[in-house]
């Protein structure tokens, strides 16, 4: 090999190098630059993990098992991001679970709604029932929105069987469904379902 051989093959065993030691492997992107910019470290707001041996946040080594554990956050005393809260604090809610099932009709339509009727509510509960329901139960509750005229089955709020049912049981349906009728729990928090209810009320009564 002369020297010029040997230059040209240092140099490929030098691309080589430089090439792999780049390629991203499963989890592991590869060489970053910066890396801090793209992983910020998640600190957990009341756990943390301080013992160091398990490996630093960020020590990039793809083949360490334990590794990306300490996350303890540097700055708060204890390691903490949250303090913890002064003893013998209770947890309030501003409204409690909801917790009637759902075929305790009977028991629900006693539920009182905690909030009292205002321009405000009602106008809330409008553009809550305009995004929720209307398109089945149309803008009147008559049963004939878009969707409900396909549907099938959508009751009128002003018929015999609906328009006296109170607002506890308004609240239950909303909450659990009812026969063709899905939930919308996950959807509609508990303070706008009462809104919605308030403003059913209303459309029962035309
Ligand atoms: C996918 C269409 C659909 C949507 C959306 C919908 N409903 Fe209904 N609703 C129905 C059907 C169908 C029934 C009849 C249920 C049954 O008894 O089979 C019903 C029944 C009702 C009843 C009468 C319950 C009873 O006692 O018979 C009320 C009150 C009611 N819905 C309120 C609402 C409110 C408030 C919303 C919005 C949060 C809503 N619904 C959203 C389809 C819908």
């Not at 303890?72 to 947890?91: D, F, I, Q």
Request: contains cysteine; glycine residues 8%.
């Amino acid at each position: 090999m002369n020297h010029n051989q040997t230059i040209k093959s240092l140099f490929l065993v030098a691309t080589v190098a430089f090439l792999t030691g780049c390629a991203a492997k499963d989890d592991y992107t590869g060489v970053e630059y910066a890396p801090q910019m793209y992983h910020s470290t998640p600190y957990e707001p009341l756990s943390q993990i301080t013992d160091k041996s398990q490996g630093e946040w960020l020590d990039s080594n793809p083949e360490d098992e334990h590794g990306e554990f300490y996350n303890s956050n540097p700055y708060n005393r204890k390691g903490m991001t949250m303090r913890e809260p002064v003893a013998g604090t209770v947890k309030r809610a501003k409204y409690a679970p909801y917790r009637i099932p759902k075929d305790s009709l009977e028991m629900a339509a006693k539920v009182v709604n905690p909030l009292k009727a205002s321009d405000e509510v009602l106008a809330k509960g409008k553009a809550l029932y305009d995004r929720y329901c209307e398109h089945c139960h149309g803008g009147k509750g008559k049963g004939d929105g878009l969707v409900g005229k396909v549907f099938k089955g959508v009751p009128s709020y002003t018929s015999d069987a609906i328009k006296n049912k109170p607002e506890g049981h308004i609240f239950h349906v909303i909450t659990h469904g009812k026969g063709r009728m899905g939930s919308h729990a996950s959807q509609v928090s508990v303070e706008d379902r009462w809104k919605i209810v308030k403003y059913v009320q209303t459309l029962q009564k035309q």
